[in-house]
């Protein structure tokens, strides 16, 4: 499946990707109304690591979720690939951040987990930071698949 | 002396996000972010309108404009003139400028327009009809030769073969960045055309895109050997730049870094100081032994540009060049562009390319000359059509670097001499090379060359042409409007209606 | 007043028509008079012309120059030009039908020459480069004086009007030939001069052409280099001295020069065999500005054949038949029919595939 | 053509369904449900209090879950007994199903210490089950006035689910601090300020003497006057099937990494389970919903022929009440040294020993935890990674390039 990847050695670490993807989940349709004076919570990190190389971290959509099966609410699962939160589900008990190895599930500002889902369940339906990263070094595309 | 800045940062707050994108993408640290307001703040003297944060700027919240903060107005002594005297008041120095001259000098490309075809000829649809691009530059022979069983003995002496007559002229590695050569060398090979490696020697890793790759031998000698000699399809003698007629080149220390200086074989660091003349070039019959002993050293299988700065006795020189054994000729217009350049020089030496080109074909030709030579156009060229009317006026070929610079994300502000190019094309700073990434920059180039064979191809078959070949040196194809008697004779075109 | 023809570049379209006997025999020109009449509408009277060949066998070791004079002064400054170079073997009127349909005729001369052999030592050149070098003289320099043929045992016949006038006019049914071709012209606009109608000839080369070439340009300046004065500005001209290029300075034969002025396509020459696209990019390398663009159909005639050539996008209609010991070659089928009406072998060749006929070795 | 029998019908039964499933399409499964609700998410009956979910909402898999995965369940119905030998299961109503693997997945039941008086207490619940919630429901009104006896996990998500549907809420527990088994006595301060904070009462370091009726005495002597009494003081795991077959059990069911009993053919697997608590190095029962899920799960596909482990068992507990959230996992062993950040907000207690983190505390920021959980379930060596990065933040920067680059450049 196609999933998203990270090119470090392009990574400008602008940050444009958080944005991007805050404004992609707000399901509003300017992004100044959108995030203006707003803190804004990513589903997207930019990291930097001690040489000063960033690059951005999203849900690796693993192969053996540990997400999915520590979601004490059903909310959490695995549909075409695609880890999807059922966001009438989730009750905010945060366990898929306590459990996911790359801290790619955070919480959305109001208490409850957001992650990932390759806006395939927002209205962009094609990851926005993918779309939106200025050098390249996000991409969407099919890798090999772990054994 | 200060001056209220050039230009001014305009933020449109309503629309700011505090992204700070703005802040982490400009090098010349214009952008701030003020943490007690909560504001992005900006130094606008610092700015050099590059446009790299109006372009990168997510919700557009952000444009430059120029400063309408003016001294008194005076025709004869603008703002710049004055504000120059004012600098160099200060520094007692040279003044720099970069890319080419800006000047409302005549831009003879747009005074010439092309033909098409009505009624009684067709025009020719490339969409329907094949049409062809393909170029050979180099020497023709004066007379095909047979073989004893009465074939054609096809031995040529060596050709450049490009898919359309378009190249990227020479930039040097150290002037633009790693990423922007292997933009421009990914990008041709892939084109089926070549780059140019300017006078900065030939990384190790861009070895393999040889085939696609002319390697420049100019007055510092830098980074030549035998082996990048060999690499290349074509050695070009660079003799002069059209952006800088009779003087050398400067690569300030601070560029030649790791791999730049490695790369031209000079110690990290140092300056690297072009001469103005080849010093081994002090007339033509030292031009003619240094073209034979280049081809002696690659065996006669490379074709031997000579690349002149358009000036004013150009038409004899390039007869004279013909004449060294030179396969190619490059003319390089007084428009080109540069990494960096003394203002005096970039903007009053040499002439025009369209003149240059037009003199230099015509007088080749009374000579009877011209098949000894190809000729390439440089110096602005800027668009399809600009490639026509130069094939048309007699060019084999045009050189572009300016538009594949802006194809890999220049804007034109002029300042690669400050090595801060924020496009990640003329710097060598890691941080803002990273900014180029070849898959994006060569992908550009591909798509531009792309865009420029598809309209040549349609001006083509406008003209009921369907190859390449029947265009060059075509001249009825082409009108002049609004020139004089004289400038149409040197173009050797008629004026539009004639 | 309107430009002179030279002074300006005339598109016009064209009929063409060529007839060959490859056994040699000779035929009087009323068939090929005959032949442009279906194909009137494709000349408006600006021009027509005929060339033939083998119609001065007593005369074939001498040049036979046919000379327009615009007045007699003119007639004896060309004459003493001639006299410097030339023995003059014979100098005569040729006949003409007069007749109302053919005005403003100028005076038309046939004169046999043969090279002085000191003058070629001299020059330390070839009979046939003088005779090129003084027609060129003649008609870049001698105002009102216009040579319009000037090879062996041939000859051209062309005049302002329909070309079945013109052929009557010269009553070509008094000339043999084993091959002729004709044309008819339609020029957008024209000064009306003789010398403007076709054939174009340089030595034995005749050329009739139908179409309007886009490379004109490029073919022109380039083979001005090499001596030729493209005075007429007409596609015709330009082609005829690439043809004379070509063949006689280059030594190229007839299948490499169609290959060169009507070059494969790449794309065509990447499918030949190694040993064909070595040469054919060998030729479209070294000849790249004789490449020839937009649409033309020609009949080159020449000592002993003829060659019929389209641009190789067909742009212009040319249909060939073959009857017999007979070649036929028209811009319409029309037109063969008319020479030869129960002909069964018609075909249209395809754009840039060189039609050669030539005559049997001896016969001509 | 097998037969699998799966004792009980929470989350480890459903784990164990979808294991079978990974490796088995064809074979029977039976499900013996003593409890009349399809699998649900025994966690959220607090939520259900709250409103923030409801009955529908809170089923763990979709409506079609057991037709799709072609499950037989008896509703109803519970296992009275496992004959190891003749490999069948007898139910409540005598009935015997023979199987060729069983699981048993019965979870745990609330233990009720004995407390005088407790019979007098007219309105009194346990907190474990939908029908423990609905009866709870029932019985409160916007005045009552609820004792809950235990300040544990379950104790205190009932007192947050209660909050706004009652009076007045008072814990009780006999430990000195809320959440004793997760957090020390910081971090429950912290924890129980903030409770406090919103409105429920503490009377901790002490358990109840005697009730009478709506009137409870404390040991220490306190008094409580209330209508409705929650039990919540702790779960005992369900091992006495297993026992009575003769399997070996300890506090609870004792299984290995493949969730095998130490009978042939008989799996354990979720609350009723003691097993390897890899931080700690020692067995214990965990009772947490994702062990028991993996549990299921790796009892399911060795059930089913296939060949799977769970071996790197931690506990685990992410829990927060009125918006401010803990996460514990792993544990303190003797001589382990403490990292600790600490402002009013917030507390972060990282806990290594021997090169490994086996624990840690984080109340107030929960921003990317999972990677520290992630150090302690994979015995990551502190040498090999920038700890000191890492302490501040949780990032895979401080991971090594190898290491991310294997995650965010393939597929993981």
């Known amino acids: ?147 | 002396m200060n001056f209220y800045p050039e230009f001014e940062v305009v933020r449109n707050d309503s629309r700011c996000i505090r992204c700070r994108v703005c802040e982490r993408q400009c090098a010349n640290e214009v952008h701030w972010f003020d943490a007690d307001g909560k504001v992005m703040l900006s130094d606008e003297s610092k700015c050099v309108n590059c446009q790299r944060c109006v372009t990168l700027c997510p919700t557009r919240a952000l444009k430059i404009v120029k400063s309408d903060c003016r001294l008194r107005e005076n025709a004869n002594y603008s703002d710049q003139t004055i504000k120059e005297i004012y600098r160099q008041a200060e520094t007692g120095g040279v003044l720099l400028s970069s890319m080419g001259n800006p000047n409302p000098l005549p831009v003879y490309w747009d005074k010439i327009l092309i033909n098409a075809s009505q009624v009684t000829n067709p025009p020719i649809d490339p969409l329907r009809e094949p049409m062809e691009t393909r170029v050979f530059l180099g020497k023709k022979p004066d007379h095909i030769t047979r073989n004893p069983d009465g074939s054609l003995d096809t031995t040529l002496s060596p050709q450049l073969s490009l898919s359309m007559p378009v190249m990227f002229s020479a930039m040097s590695y150290g002037s633009i960045s790693y990423n922007a050569h292997a933009s421009l060398a990914r990008a041709a090979t892939e084109l089926g055309i070549c780059y140019n490696t300017g006078e900065g020697g030939l990384h190790e890793d861009f070895y393999k895109y040889g085939k696609n790759t002319i390697v420049q031998v100019a007055s510092g000698r830098f980074g030549v050997h035998k082996d990048y000699l060999e690499a290349g399809a074509a050695i070009e003698i660079k003799m002069g730049q059209g952006a800088k007629p009779g003087i050398g080149g400067h690569l300030p220390g601070t560029k030649a870094v790791g791999d730049v200086a490695k790369t031209r074989m000079i110690p990290e660091g140092s300056d690297a100081i072009s001469p103005a003349p080849h010093h081994d070039i002090y007339s033509i019959e030292d031009l003619r032994q240094l073209v034979y002993s280049l081809k002696e050293a690659t065996e006669y299988r490379l074709p031997v540009i000579v690349k002149v700065a358009a000036v004013h006795n150009i038409a004899a020189i390039a007869s004279g060049i013909a004449r060294s054994g030179a396969d190619i000729i490059a003319i390089d217009g007084f428009r080109g562009g540069t990494g960096a350049a003394p203002t005096r020089i970039r903007d009053n030496v040499g002439i025009p390319i369209e003149l240059a080109l037009a003199a230099v074909d015509q007088r080749l030709r009374d000579e009877g000359i011209r098949n000894n030579v190809s000729i390439i156009c440089g110096g602005s060229v800027r668009s399809a059509a600009d490639v026509v009317k130069a094939i048309a006026l007699g060019a084999d070929a045009c050189y572009i670097a300016t538009a594949a610079c802006l194809a890999m994300g220049c804007h034109l502000c002029r300042s690669c001499h400050t090595g801060k190019c924020n496009w990640g094309i003329a710097t060598q700073r890691p941080d803002l090379v990273k900014r180029l990434n070849p898959d994006i920059g060569s992908q550009r180039l591909v798509n531009l060359m792309t865009a420029w064979r598809h309209e040549i191809k349609e001006l083509m078959g406008g003209m009921g042409i369907n190859s390449i070949e029947s265009l060059r040196g075509n001249r009825l194809m082409l009108r002049g409007v609004g020139l004089t008697e004289k400038e149409l004779q040197i173009l050797g075109i008629s004026h539009a209606g004639e | 007043m309107s430009p002179l023809e030279g002074q300006v570049r005339i598109p016009s379209g064209c009929a063409v028509s060529a007839m060959i006997s490859k056994d040699g025999r000779r035929m009087n020109g009323e068939s090929i008079i005959e032949s442009m009449i279906p194909m009137h509408d494709r000349s408006n009277g600006l021009g027509g012309g005929f060339a033939a060949y083998g119609i001065y066998p007593e005369y074939r070791d001498f040049y036979a120059l046919h000379i327009f004079f615009n007045n007699r002064a003119c007639q004896s400054e060309c004459m003493t030009l001639l006299k410097e170079y030339f023995e003059i073997v014979q100098d005569e009127h040729i006949k003409v039908r007069k007749m109302p349909q053919i005005t403003d005729e100028p005076i038309i001369r046939r004169v046999f020459v043969s090279p002085m052999q000191s003058v070629l030592r001299h020059l330390q050149i070839d009979d046939k480069e003088l005779v090129v070098r003084i027609v060129n003289r003649i008609n870049s320099q001698l105002d009102g004086s216009y040579v319009f043929s000037c090879g062996k045992n041939m000859g051209a016949f062309k005049a302002v009007g329909f070309p079945e006038d013109v052929g009557r006019y010269y009553r070509l049914e008094e000339y043999d030939a084993y091959c002729w071709t004709a044309h008819g012209r339609y020029p957008t606009n024209t000064p009306g001069w003789w010398g403007g109608a076709h054939p174009f000839c340089m030595l034995d080369y005749s050329i009739v052409h139908n179409g309007e070439i886009s490379s004109y340009d490029a073919n022109r300046r380039f083979i001005e280099m090499y001596g030729y004065k493209c005075t007429l500005q007409t596609d015709t001209e330009v082609i005829t001295y690439i043809a004379d290029y070509l063949l006689r300075r280059q030594g190229l034969n007839l299948e490499e020069m169609a290959a060169v002025i009507a070059a494969p396509f790449w794309s065509t020459i990447e499918g030949e065999s190694e040993e064909k696209k070595k040469k054919l990019t060998y030729l479209r390398t070294v000849f790249p500005s004789l490449l020839v663009t937009g649409p033309f159909s020609i009949i080159l005639g020449f000592e002993g054949g003829l060659m019929a050539l389209n641009d190789r996008l067909k742009l212009r209609s040319m249909v060939v038949g073959e009857q017999d010991d007979m070649v036929y070659i028209a811009s319409e089928e029309a037109a063969i029919r008319v020479m030869a009406p129960d002909i069964k072998h018609i075909w249209a060749p395809a754009g840039g595939e060189p039609v050669i006929v030539k005559v049997k070795e001896g016969a001509f | 053509m097998k037969h699998y029998v799966i004792i009980g019908n929470g989350v480890a039964a459903a784990g164990c369904i979808e294991g079978i499933r990974s490796v088995d399409a064809e074979s029977a499964v039976t499900v013996i449900s003593a409890e009349n609700h399809p699998v649900y998410c025994r966690p959220l009956i607090s939520c259900y209090l709250e409103k923030k979910t409801d009955l529908e909402r809170m089923h763990y898999r979709s409506e079609s879950f057991y037709t799709d995965n072609n499950v037989k369940v008896l509703y109803g119905r519970s296992a009275a007994k496992i004959d190891a030998a003749a490999k069948t299961v007898t139910l409540d109503n005598g009935e015997t199903i023979a199987y060729d693997a069983v699981c048993n997945a019965s979870g745990s039941s609330p233990f009720v210490p004995p407390m005088a008086g407790l019979d007098t207490v007219e309105k009194k619940f346990s907190f474990m089950t939908i029908d423990d919630t609905l009866a709870l429901e029932q019985a409160i009104t916007p005045e009552s006035r609820v004792l809950i006896i235990g300040a544990g996990l379950i104790g205190l998500k009932c007192a947050e689910g209660l909050h706004d549907r009652v009076g007045s809420i008072t814990v009780c527990d006999l430990a000195p601090r809320v959440l004793s088994s997760i957090l020390d006595d910081t971090c429950a301060a912290m924890m129980q300020n903030h409770l406090e904070k919103n409105g429920i009462s503490f009377i901790l370091g002490t358990s109840a003497k005697e009730f009478q009726g709506g009137h409870a005495v404390m040991q220490n002597g306190a008094e409580v006057d209330f209508d409705v009494l929650v039990l919540a003081v702790g779960v005992r795991a369900n091992t006495q099937l297993v026992k009575a077959a003769g399997g070996e059990v300890n506090r609870g069911i004792v299984v290995n990494d493949k969730c095998q009993t130490s009978l042939k053919d008989i799996y354990a697997a979720g609350d009723c389970t003691e097993y390897h608590d890899i931080s700690s190095d020692m067995n214990k029962v965990m009772a947490l919903m994702p062990n028991a899920y993996m549990q299921g799960r790796t009892a399911g596909v060795n059930m089913a022929g296939g060949d799977t482990v769970f071996n790197n068992a931690i506990p685990m507990n992410s829990i927060g009440f009125f918006g401010f959230h803990c996460h514990t996992a792993g544990s303190q062993p003797e001589g382990c040294t403490m990292y600790e950040e600490a402002d009013e907000n917030h507390i972060k207690r990282l806990f290594v020993k021997d090169d490994r983190l086996t624990g840690f505390m984080l109340l107030g920021h929960m921003h990317r935890t999972g990677i520290y959980t992630a150090l302690i379930r994979n015995q990551t060596p502190l040498s090999s990674v920038d700890f000191a990065r890492l302490q501040i933040e949780p990032q895979l920067a401080a991971m090594g390039s190898d290491f991310r680059n294997k995650v965010l450049k393939g597929v993981v």
């Open chain 1, 1 to 147: 499946m196609k999933r998203i990847y990270v090119k470090e050695e392009w990574c400008l670490g602008c940050h444009l990707c958080e944005y991007n993807c805050a404004f992609a989940n707000s399901g509003m349709t300017d992004m100044v109304k959108a995030l203006r004076g707003k803190e804004i919570y990513p589903r997207i990190q930019v990291e930097t690591d001690e040489n000063g190389v960033t690059y951005a971290v999203s849900c690796r959509h693993c192969t053996d979720p540990i997400c999915v099966k520590s979601c004490i609410a059903g909310a959490l699962s695995k549909k075409d690939g695609v880890i999807e939160i059922d966001h009438s589900k989730c009750v905010g008990c945060l366990t898929c951040v306590l459990v996911c190895p790359y801290g790619a599930v955070v919480e959305d500002g109001t208490g409850v987990a957001q992650k990932c889902e390759l806006c395939m369940t927002n209205s962009h339906g094609t990851p926005q930071c993918v779309k939106g990263c200025p050098n390249g070094a996000i991409v969407f595309e099919e890798r090999g698949e772990a054994e």
